[in-house]
């Protein structure tokens, strides 16, 4: 009844509702975080059966959590929502065709050697003109992906630091992030050694589990929070950095997720306690600050939901940027909306997903930005690929991004 | 359930995707904000314009389907539930702010357009939509339009009602009709006030045009610490004794206090036993004097700890910690009920110490949050509900509560609205004649009672008396003069030559009657009702050349001498008066202690113009002079009435406190029917601290277009005048002083705040190369009450008025000729002007009005010998909205006795 209770926890007062991207799109009930809690809740007393039409309207949100932020009473919404989305997978509620997505998405995504087969089939559809042939939900993923396969150089397993020695932090690079945005990894790594880190990339690292924790697979993501927990933990790190929003806060939430295996309750919460996302940690570094140099540009910054709304982290990501000399940090109109890309949205839900990137990219165009900084790589995939069929000339940029150049601009005489 | 036929035809006219109909989704929409009771509606339609909810709201009076519209679902009261089931109308999707006018302080937006978004709108230009419910964030401008919101800042700017100027409605059979202003003051019901607060009742609100105000320059945000909730209760009503009107006052008790830390950590103290949130807010000069004054006033009342909010990041986070009150209480239980009651304020302590008592009673926790400034509580119970005996004691401790508040001559209901909640305590506030007053209120709006039916009244009981049927005595004069006889002392009834004196546009009444008492006002109307009179309700006659002459004009009811009472509650800062007290005479009595009743319409302030207006009269003719700018026209600041209506019977609207929507309101609508629907009798209104100090700065101007300019500025200027006159040398000339245009820009307030106000008019002027002098107070005195008479009218003029925009006060000005005097309140759109009564007196005024009509504004004759009337359509062209004055009128006077023919439309 511990869900049940929490249910509870939603008096209806409607604050969520102008915070919800879907509500704010449709308008309707059912697709606001309120609704969709009054959904829960009639199928946690049995008022509703768990059908394809409340399904959809659990499928449909984003996992932003901008309602949380919202939320005086503190309802929980994230954990609900996938609470509740475990008990209809095991109800065997979701149709055939949401599940093999879902399935599918966690068979690839983990597995770098997967993703990179699939994105080269891709690439190779797109080169036959065979893309429009595809399913909707397919040529959306197409979509995103950059034209080029960035190269592929993995990570050192050991980076050190530069000078002296501060911290030992232990890197998690993320299953998409390695095959799609290589570049991101390798500058959050440079960054963290400039500012006195020892960067370790533990092997034995694995997907983090938050596609399926979201997706209501909640035994998978168990599986996988053990892996990591072993896998970090061996690093003996002073503080294990996420590199994308949402692996960052399924992390930090290990210790929930495992509280009740005795074997990993007691190491999950001391590996929670100490995950960090890079740009939470970098502001704390003394002296990162020193070696930037000149930006000359316009740059804006988009929230990631899972840094904003799920980890509460606004002012840092700002701070960082605001540190680097001559770069003009502009206000982004609705900077803690969702992009629309939230994990598998965009392939789960592509018209949902494609409204929001519609406007996201109209507001972005507002402040006529030269650079778009989002600390997450789905949202830069998301913002890239929007930014690339508009033909806009804008740069998407992670903050790592950002500062190494600042830095090499300080280096150069 | 809904026939494939009607759903088929939703679905084509708002599109199929717009029409919810399966049980599992119709579910989320069973409830609001007010989670006890439930409906579930049959369908839930999101129409995208005005059009297709019109066509929605048709379909459903052709099929005879109850409907009901629904904005963001956060009202407290269960007013937006479906409980005859039928369509829902969401509105959601109607978010569109379509124009924002910052010139004249206003903005045209949809009904769906969430409070909060308006703000944000024009913020970064300094302007600010002012009613800020606790759900701004979330709630929607219709749903604010529907309960009449408040917030906390309503001490000081008013609720919905007040800042709500016109509003686009789909009445119940289908029809669109825009209420209320537009871009000028039509004259007419106020139709547009009865419908804000009228619950969803009346028709689906479509549009709103609200007013924006100037954002606050500085602000003063305090934070007072009580060891003991008497003390904080005590403070309250220190501050406002003082004169200090608070932008916002707000408690906390400790319940909350602990819950909010929870929730978001703004900084209240933990271990207090009540907090109070104070901000004043206004120009900067003369803020920290107000600030200390109040900061002394918490101290000796004993407060532990006062604490002045030292920036704008402190200040939001006490207020961020107020708004989320409500939603922090899921922190202490599953489920919490908001009751809403209204004590005037002076009564917060003890009622407070009896609310206490009531929850040890029934074993319940209950905490306190509310804006203790206007004697709005919400008391919070909390309790779980699936406890059946716990929820049993909830609705037992709220109905005691809210039964206190009635006992203390307060309200059931300030800002939340009855809904389905408190249907049940309609009662318990009003008698069977007063809720019959507010069906026939309904009936006007929807006869068919389709529209959000189980609604605000319960279902009438079986008359006891029988009705008056008009017109059933026959007989001559002399028979209705003899019973008006046993009714009246001889003294209270003129006949013959000693009713000259009330003629009306030339025609004599048989009689004038007198009374004293309401009873005997009652007993006149019936008698005027068996024997089927033309009865014209008279006060000081001010208002006497107004309108149409009538068409049937028997006996003069004057109200003159039902002037027994005035009951004033300086700490309330209300007063109670009989509707034939003259202003003069109550604003001197208000003196005594500080106070006045800011109404100072042309003649009524002036004793020496017939004894000045009554207040009765002022408020049947909604007149307002210069002071509306700045303290809101006789509809803002009426609280209660009583009226006499034309059956004789007396209802009350309104209650003795500063905030109330318990049923439908009266006191607007009756406000400015000039005697038509009944007759106002007695009057509760707001009364306002006497300025410490009042200054006039007169700019001097050599044409028009520098006038134009001067106000251009001043309107877009930090300044905040009490009156901002425009007068034309013609008009000057009258007054005795040399013929010129002028600006006269008035301040009120504190004198530091003055000084500074002063000092930048001056400066204004400068910058527009003009010369500025401040006028004496004698002088600004005797050159308003000069323009006053100027206009009452006479037998040689034509006085008309002419209501535009602000911005189009000068474009009017062409329209007249150079030679006829001029007074204009020029921020306000209000334009005077005097024509001679001769030959070509008709065909100046339908040029006028013409003029007028082309910048969107309306002109009315004020005044006219009785000769010129036939040729001068003194009202100017009926409303498209007229059916509804019609239907009003035969709701509340079927006979047709009361001033017949004189009101627009010859109603």
Known sequence: MKRHDDLLDCVHCGFCLPTCPTYAELGREMDSPRGRLYLMRALADKRLPPGATVLQHLDLCLDCRACESACPSGVKYGSLLEATRAGVARAGARPLRERLVNRAAEWVFPEPARLRRLVGLGHLARRLGVGGLLPRRLREALALLPPRLPHTGALPERTPARGRARLRVAFLEGCAARVLCPEMNAAMVSVLARSGCEVVVPAGQGCCGAIHLHGGSREAARRLARRNVAAFLAEAPDVIVANAAGCGAAMKEYGELLADDPAYAERARALSARVRDFTELVPELPGFTQGLGPLPARATYHDACHLAHAQGIRAQPRRLLAAIPELQLVDLPESDWCCGSAGIYNVTQPGMARRLLERKLHNIERTRADIVVAANPGCLLQIRAGVRERGLEIEVLHPAEVLERSYQAGERP | ?907
């Open chain 2, 1 to 907: 359930m809904l026939s494939a036929r009607v759903l088929r035809q939703l679905a084509r006219i708002v599109g199929s995707d717009q029409v919810i109909h399966a049980p599992e989704e119709l579910i989320v929409y069973e409830c609001d904000g007010y989670t006890i009771d439930k409906a579930c509606p049959e369908a839930v339609v999101l129409p995208a314009s005005t059009d297709e909810v019109a066509r929605v709201v048709r379909l459903c009076h052709r099929e005879r389907i109850p409907f009901v519209a629904r904005g963001a679902g956060t009202g407290l009261s269960g007013g937006c539930l479906a409980v005859q089931g039928g369509v829902q109308i969401a509105l959601t999707r109607m978010s569109r702010i379509l124009e924002v006018d910052l010139r004249n302080r206003r903005a045209l937006v949809e009904a769906g357009v969430v409070n909060i978004h308006v703000t944000q709108a024009v913020s970064q230009r300094g302007y600010a939509y002012a009613p800020d419910p606790s759900s701004q964030v979330a709630s929607t401008i219709g749903g604010n339009i529907a309960e009449n919101s408040g917030g906390p800042h309503t001490l000081k700017y008013g609720v919905t009602a007040n800042h709500v100027l016109g509003l686009e409605m789909v009445l119940p059979d289908g029809e669109v009709v825009w209420l209320g202003e537009r871009s000028g003051e039509a004259p007419g019901y106020d139709l547009r006030g009865a419908v804000i607060g009228s619950e969803g009742t009346f028709g689906v609100v479509t549009r709103a045009l609200v007013r924006l105000i100037r954002q606050p320059q500085a602000f003063r945000t305090l934070l007072a610490v009580y060891d003991r909730v008497d003390d904080a209760s005590e403070t309250v009503s220190a501050i406002i004794g003082r004169g200090i009107i608070p932008a916002a006052l707000e408690m906390m008790d400790s319940l909350f206090v602990q819950a909010v830390e929870d929730a978001c950590a703004c900084g209240l103290a933990r271990d207090a036993d009540a907090v109070l949130i104070i901000e004043l807010d206004g120009l900067e000069a003369g803020m920290d004097g107000q600030a200390r004054a109040v900061q002394t006033i918490c101290r000796e009342r004993g407060a532990r700890a006062v604490r002045l909010a030292a920036d704008e990041g402190e200040r939001s986070a006490l207020w961020y910690g107020r708004k989320r009150a409500f939603g922090s209480v899921g922190r202490l239980s599953p489920s919490y009920c908001t009751q809403d009651g209204v004590i005037p304020r002076s009564q917060v302590a003890p009622v407070l110490r009896e609310v206490a008592a009531i929850a040890r009673r029934h074993n319940l926790r209950i905490g306190n949050v509310f804006h203790a400034g206007d004697g709005n509580l919400h008391p919070v119970v909390l309790f779980d509900e699936r406890d059946a005996d716990e929820v049993r004691r909830v609705l037992a401790a709220g109905d005691e509560i809210l039964r206190l508040c009635v006992a203390k001559g307060g309200s059931i209901t300030g800002e939340h609205g009855i809904g389905t909640e408190k249907i049940g305590m309609m009662p318990s506030l009003f008698t069977a004649a007063d809720l019959d007053a507010m069906r026939r209120l309904h009936a006007a709006f929807d006869p068919s009672g389709l529209c959000n039916p189980g609604k605000v009244l319960p279902p009438p009981e079986p008359a006891r008396e029988a009705p008056v049927s008009p017109g059933a005595r026959g007989g001559g004069s002399e028979s209705w003069l003899a019973a008006l006889g046993a009714i009246l002392p001889p003294e209270a009834l003129l006949t013959g030559e000693g009713a000259a004196g009330d003629a009306v546009d030339g025609v004599t009444p048989c009689a004038v009657a007198s009374p004293e008492t309401v009873e005997q006002v009652c007993a006149v109307l019936r008698l005027a009702a068996e024997f089927g009179l033309g009865v014209c309700p008279v006060g000081a006659g001010l208002h006497r050349g107004l309108g149409h002459p009538p068409r049937r004009y028997d006996l003069a009811l004057s109200l003159r001498r039902l002037c027994g009472r005035i009951e004033h509650e300086p700490a309330e800062m209300t007063v109670r008066v009989d509707a034939g007290v003259r202003l003069p005479d109550l604003n001197r009595k208000l003196a005594a202690s500080g106070q006045w009743l800011p109404l100072d319409p042309p003649g009524a302030d002036d004793p020496e113009a017939s004894g000045g207006g009554t207040i009765g009269g002022i408020l049947a003719a909604d007149a307002s002079g210069p002071s509306r700018l700045a303290c809101g026209g006789p509809r803002d600041l009426l609280l209660a009435l009583t009226i006499a209506l034309a059956d004789g019977t007396a209802v009350r609207s309104g209650a003795r406190v500063v905030k109330n929507v318990a049923g439908f309101d009266l006191c607007r609508v009756f406000t400015g029917s000039l005697g038509t629907l009944g007759v106002i009798v007695e009057a509760t209104v707001k009364v306002a601290p006497l300025p410490e100090a009042r200054r006039t700065v007169a700019i001097r101007c050599r044409d028009p277009r520098d006038a134009a300019g001067v106000l251009e500025r001043a309107a877009g200027s930090e300044l905040l005048p009490q009156h901002a006159e425009l007068v034309n040398p013609p008009a000057m000339e009258r007054l005795g002083l040399r013929p010129s245009w002028v600006v006269a820009l008035s301040f009120d307030g504190p004198a530091e705040t003055v000084a500074w106000q002063v000092a930048r008019a001056r400066e204004l002027a400068r910058r527009c190369g003009l010369q500025a002098g401040e006028s004496a107070p004698t002088v600004s005195q005797r050159a308003r009450r000069g323009l006053g008479r100027m206009v009452l009218g006479t037998p040689e003029t034509v006085v008309c008025r002419a209501s535009v925009l602000s911005s189009r006060v000068p474009d009017l000005l062409p329209a007249f000729r150079p030679e006829w005097p001029v007074w204009a309140h020029a921020l306000l759109g209000v334009v005077r002007v005097v024509l001679p009564a001769d030959g070509n007196a008709a065909a100046a005024v339908s040029r006028a009005r013409e003029q007028a009509a082309a910048l969107g504004g309306v002109l009315v004759v004020e005044s006219a010998p009785f000769a010129l009337k036939a040729d001068l359509d003194v009202w100017g062209p009926v409303r498209p909205d007229f059916r509804l004055a019609r239907a009003l009128k035969g709701r509340f006077d079927p006979g047709g006795i009361l001033n017949p023919g004189r009101f627009v439309g010859n109603l």
